[in-house]
């Protein structure tokens, strides 16, 4: 395919990713787009004759052909959704752009991805939770993605670039500059440890309405959100909500309730909008990472609820490990009379620590 009429097609005004993709479902190509008539695309459900009319008249297409000379200059690649080295978890969100410039030498489809956001306003507890996970995750191999804005983003970066991980910034402008400049050092260094990635074309300004669409392709690219410090309100709180929306898992770091930037993080758990983690075992926990011999005993370790007595510890251990099982089952591995169990097995009913199922069976709940 030709790669101006795909840079084109991302210019054209009042069509979005959505809009694109219509577009593509109805045409077939970016190419056929533009050679369509006006009747044929006027036809397609969401396309205004406005839209249509931009389209006919070709202009976004020098537009594209000058945008393409300034990447092939400045050896930034052209991602069409298509494409194989398009990062595959983004392509399966319904809104991730149909195109994208990067540059950079990392993968875009690794193994395990997290994205790590947070406040601009980073406290030194912030700052020792992102420095502490990125080290633990080290072995992992993971590639770290966020924002490159201050605070936890580019924390979050150099840590990354420091422990040798591949790290991705998501820029909220084009790739003709940086922002904010005071990070051009270290997205220089990104570059070899990873890339800077967008979907705006040379030209665009780091305007504000461009950061909540960028927070979109951090959410999407990642296995999982991580928000470590977060006021109420914030862009961080947005890239959480998007990542759920895409199903994605997402986690936060508790913090004092009397701190303005742990506020968001809490507000996350009680929500159950987020995961509580307390450390990168927590993590691997979750995601079923298994690293290192500690992270499998955490994925061992049994959390008993409160106030069961020593007896129910055993019951609660048993059911942990199989799900469910009949009362014969726990009986015999308990190597107690079915008439001691039972009386355990009601008390726990009633204290709402399992169910009892038809034949006997019993459950945690």
């Given at each position: 395919?030709?790669?101006?009429?795909?840079?084109a097609?991302?210019?054209?005004?009042?069509?979005?990713?959505?809009?694109?993709?219509?577009?593509?479902?109805?045409?077939?190509?970016?190419?056929?787009?533009f050679?369509?008539?006006?009747?044929?695309?006027?036809?397609?459900?969401?396309?205004?004759?406005?839209?249509?009319?931009?389209?006919?008249?070709?202009?976004?297409?020098?537009?594209a052909?000058?945008?393409?000379?300034?990447?092939?200059?400045?050896?930034i690649?052209?991602?069409?959704?298509?494409?194989?080295?398009?990062?595959?978890?983004?392509?399966?969100?319904?809104?991730?752009?149909?195109?994208l410039?990067?540059?950079?030498?990392?993968?875009?489809?690794?193994?395990?991805?997290?994205?790590?956001?947070?406040?601009?306003?980073?406290?030194?507890?912030?700052?020792?939770?992102?420095?502490?996970?990125?080290?633990?995750?080290?072995?992992?191999?993971?590639?770290?993605?966020?924002?490159?804005?201050?605070?936890?983003?580019?924390?979050?970066?150099?840590?990354?670039?420091?422990?040798?991980?591949?790290?991705?910034?998501?820029?909220?402008?084009?790739?003709?500059?940086?922002?904010?400049?005071?990070?051009?050092?270290?997205?220089?260094?990104?570059?070899?440890?990873?890339?800077?990635?967008?979907?705006?074309?040379?030209?665009?300004?780091?305007?504000?309405?461009?950061?909540?669409?960028?927070?979109?392709?951090?959410?999407?690219?990642?296995?999982?959100?991580i928000?470590?410090?977060?006021?109420?309100?914030?862009?961080?709180?947005?890239?959480?909500?998007?990542?759920?929306?895409?199903?994605?898992?997402?986690?936060?770091?508790?913090?004092?309730?009397d701190?303005?930037?742990?506020?968001?993080?809490?507000?996350l758990?009680?929500?159950?909008?987020?995961?509580?983690i307390?450390?990168?075992?927590?993590?691997?926990?979750?995601?079923?990472?298994?690293?290192?011999?500690?992270?499998?005993?955490?994925?061992?370790?049994?959390?008993?609820?409160?106030?069961?007595?020593?007896?129910?510890?055993?019951?609660?251990?048993?059911?942990?490990?199989?799900?469910?099982?009949?009362?014969?089952?726990?009986?015999?591995?308990?190597?107690?009379?079915?008439?001691?169990?039972?009386?355990?097995?009601?008390?726990?009913?009633?204290?709402?620590?399992?169910?009892?199922?038809?034949?006997?069976?019993?459950?945690?709940?």
């Open positions: 395919m030709n790669k101006i009429e795909q840079i097609l991302t210019k054209i005004k009042g069509i979005g990713p959505k809009l694109s993709r219509l577009l593509l479902a109805y045409c077939g190509n970016a190419e056929s787009v050679s369509s008539s006006k009747k044929q695309l006027l036809s397609i459900p969401g396309i205004g004759p406005a839209s249509v009319d931009s389209i006919l008249s070709k202009s976004y297409l020098k537009e052909e000058d945008e393409l000379n300034f990447v092939e200059k400045h050896n690649q052209v991602l069409w959704i298509e494409d194989d080295n398009y990062p595959q978890r983004l392509r399966h969100c319904e809104d991730a752009p149909i195109l410039y990067y540059k950079g030498e990392g993968n875009l489809n690794p193994q395990k991805v997290v994205s790590i956001v947070g406040t601009r306003n980073a406290t030194s507890y912030g700052k020792r939770i992102c420095e502490e996970l990125v080290h633990d995750l080290k072995d992992l191999g993971i590639q770290v993605v966020s924002g490159l804005a201050y605070g936890i983003d580019i924390h979050a970066h150099r840590l990354a670039v420091k422990n040798d991980l591949s790290t991705i910034g998501i820029l909220g402008h084009g790739l003709d500059r940086i922002y904010p400049a005071a990070h051009r050092e270290i997205a220089s260094r990104m570059i070899q440890h990873g890339g800077l990635l967008t979907e705006f074309p040379s030209g665009t300004n780091p305007d504000k309405q461009n950061f909540p669409m960028r927070n979109r392709i951090i959410a999407g690219l990642s296995d999982v959100t928000v470590i410090e977060a006021a109420i309100k914030g862009g961080a709180l947005i890239t959480a909500e998007i990542a759920n929306t895409y199903n994605r898992d997402v986690c936060a770091f508790p913090g004092r309730i701190q303005e930037y742990s506020a968001g993080c809490n507000y758990i009680k929500t159950n909008r987020a995961h509580l307390r450390h990168a075992d927590d993590l691997c926990y979750l995601m079923n990472w298994e690293r290192t011999e500690v992270a499998k005993q955490v994925k061992q370790l049994t959390i008993l609820p409160p106030g069961l007595t020593k007896d129910e510890q055993k019951v609660y251990n048993f059911l942990k490990e199989h799900e469910q099982a009949t009362i014969d089952a726990i009986a015999l591995h308990l190597d107690w009379p079915q008439s001691k169990l039972a009386i355990i097995l009601l008390e726990m009913e009633i204290n709402n620590h399992l169910l009892s199922l038809p034949g006997k069976v019993y459950k945690l709940i």
